[in-house]
C-alpha cells in the first residue's frame, strides 16, 4: 500500500492520513490511525493500535508490530513543545502485548512481549529487552546489551548469535506478512 490506505481500519484524525510506505500490511483487526509514517515492508499484527492523535509515529523499514501491541505519544505544551512522539528504527521486532509510548527505539532491536517502554526512554540500536521488562520514563538502554527487569536492568552483552536473530526476526515477519497478502 502506498497513499492514503483504502482500508476501514486505518484512519484519519484532524484530517491526517497514515501513510504507508511498499508492501506494507496491516491486519484487519489493528488500528492504524492519524500522524503516522511506516516505511517500506512494515507489518501491524492482530489487534494492535498504532495512535498517532496528539504528536506523530515513525516506524522504520522491516519492522514488525506484534498482536495486541500499543502504540502511543505524548501531546505537546508549551512546557515541552516536543511532547513525546514515538520513533522506532528498522527491522525491529515488537512481540506480543508491548506498551511503546512516546519513546524511541534504534534499528535492530527486539522488544520482548509484555514489555513496557515509556515516554522520552531511548533504546539504542541492537538491544534486546527481555519480555515483561519496564523501561521508565527517559532512561536509556545502550546498544549492544540483554536489559531484563522491571525496571529494565543491563545484564550482559548480546552474543553475535543474538545480534543476527534481530535481522532474522524481521525478515521471518515480512515474509509472513506478504504470506498473509496471498489471495
Not at 33 to 47: A, K, L, M, P, R
Amino acid at each position: 500500500m502506498s497513499g492514503q490506505p483504502p482500508v476501514q481500519n486505518v484512519q484519519a484524525f484532524c484530517g491526517v492520513l497514515p501513510r504507508m510506505g511498499r508492501g506494507s500490511w496491516v491486519h484487519d483487526s489493528a488500528r492504524v490511525i492519524g500522524d503516522v509514517y511506516f516505511g517500506d515492508n512494515v507489518s501491524i499484527w492482530c489487534g494492535a493500535v498504532v495512535r498517532g492523535d496528539v504528536n506523530s509515529i515513525r516506524i522504520g523499514a522491516g519492522t514488525n508490530i506484534q498482536d495486541n501491541s500499543v502504540l502511543h505519544v505524548s501531546h505537546k505544551t508549551g512546557g515541552d513543545p516536543v511532547g513525546g512522539p514515538l520513533l522506532i528504527g528498522t527491522h525491529v521486532t515488537v512481540g506480543h502485548s508491548v506498551i511503546l509510548h512516546g519513546c524511541t527505539v534504534g534499528d535492530e532491536c527486539l522488544i520482548g512481549m509484555g514489555s513496557i517502554v515509556m515516554d522520552k526512554a531511548i533504546i539504542e540500536p541492537r538491544v534486546l529487552l527481555g519480555a515483561g521488562s519496564l523501561v521508565p520514563e527517559g532512561k536509556v538502554l545502550a546498544s549492544g546489551y540483554l536489559y531484563i527487569g522491571r525496571p529494565a536492568k543491563q545484564v550482559r552483552p548480546l552474543t553475535d548469535e543474538e545480534q543476527l536473530y534481530f535481522n532474522y526476526s524481521a525478515e521471518h515477519y515480512m515474509k509472513l506478512a506478504r504470506d498473509y497478502q496471498q489471495p
